[in-house]
């Protein structure tokens, strides 16, 4: 049998298989979908203001933290948020 991973604070309960079938899903999938391509916008977007001059260091740290951000929720795992609620002390 999987194990069950209670979440207090959405207050539900989660196998991986649960999760590994709502990333399949078609919502699931095109939510990951939309990440890559965001992702892929963000590298496009500072590639092209960096290669135009066009980018300060504020800029640059901004499109570093959303490309970061893209790649971390692109490969997200249930055990990611069973650690980030347990962080919380949930």
């Given at each position: ?23 399949r ?6 939510f ?41 929720l ?7 948020i069973?650690a ?7």
């Amino acid at each position: 049998m999987s194990e069950v991973i209670k979440l207090n604070a959405p207050l539900v309960e989660l196998t991986e298989q649960d999760f590994q079938t709502w990333k399949r899903h078609p919502v699931g999938a095109i939510f990951f979908k939309w990440m890559e391509d965001k992702l892929a916008d963000y590298r496009e977007g500072a590639a092209q203001q960096i290669e135009y001059g066009q980018i300060d260091p504020i800029q640059l740290q901004e499109f570093k933290h959303r490309i970061a951000f893209c790649r971390e929720l692109g490969d997200l795992h249930l055990s990611d948020i069973k650690a980030f609620y347990e962080q919380q002390g949930m």
